[in-house]
């Protein structure tokens, strides 16, 4: 089944306290993205990348590391948590990235609390 | 301006009405459009996409008014079932983001 997997489905943690989220897909897509969804804010594209060792940053970066060492898996870095980080995390693929037909599929979400 | 604005609601509408959101955007030259619909606290998954003037899928109809950079979602017979989040996404021409609405609520009264 083509999937985008996502784990750990929630995590609570305390302030400092490095973790990783991580991201697999098995549908051989290029493009990869993290977004957090906060409420009133809507999905906000945290990293991306657009193939193996290419990343970069999207509209709200700070306080996340990702890396891309190989296509299908994508995790999410927090080095030292903290609360403002507090959130539903989203990972998500594409075949190509945005263009005329490509969709975007996410993962089941992490829900992240930072105390 | 925002790149893709929505009315982020609540509509309450009773079963079986016609209930219809909009979605605008800021960048003329965008070519496709995608309504993704969430759950509370699941991910977004595709309901339609919108490559022309627009696409319809049973009781799902998405329209595109280029001139007026707008695309809408109408939904007759409204289910109790239809009651989610519903996010317009506005991929770019250039460069590598998709643009996220914030979503409209949808709540289907009995």
């Known amino acids: 089944e083509a999937q985008v997997t996502q784990n750990p489905r929630y995590l609570i943690t305390v302030t400092g306290k490095k973790l990783t989220v991580t991201c697999s897909q098995n549908?051989?897509?290029?493009?990869m993205s993290w977004y957090r969804q906060d409420p009133g804010l809507g999905l906000r594209q945290i990293y991306y990348s657009m193939n193996v060792e290419v990343t970069d940053k999207g509209d709200v970066p700070e306080g996340y590391k990702v890396s891309r060492k190989e296509k299908r898996n994508f995790p999410l870095i927090l080095e030292s948590p903290s609360p403002n980080q507090t959130s539903l995390y989203f990972c998500a693929s594409s075949r190509t990235g945005p263009g005329l037909v490509e969709k975007l599929f996410f993962g089941s979400g992490t829900q992240l609390s930072v105390l | 301006r925002k790149e893709v604005e929505q009315d982020p609601g609540p509509f309450n509408v009773p079963e079986g009405a016609t209930v219809a959101f909009n979605c605008t955007y800021s960048n003329s030259a965008s070519q496709s459009f995608f309504w993704y619909r969430q759950d509370c606290r699941k991910e977004p998954k595709l309901l339609m996409s919108v490559y022309s003037s627009g696409n319809e899928d049973g009781r799902f109809t998405a329209q595109l008014n280029r001139a007026s950079q707008y695309i809408s979602l109408l939904i007759r017979d409204s289910k109790l079932s239809d009651s989610a989040t519903y996010l317009c996404?506005?991929?770019?021409?250039?460069?590598?983001?998709?643009?996220f609405g914030t979503g409209t609520s949808l709540t289907v009264i009995p």
């Open positions: 996404v506005v991929p770019p021409n250039t460069g590598n983001q998709f643009y």
């Open positions: 549908m051989n897509h290029e493009y």
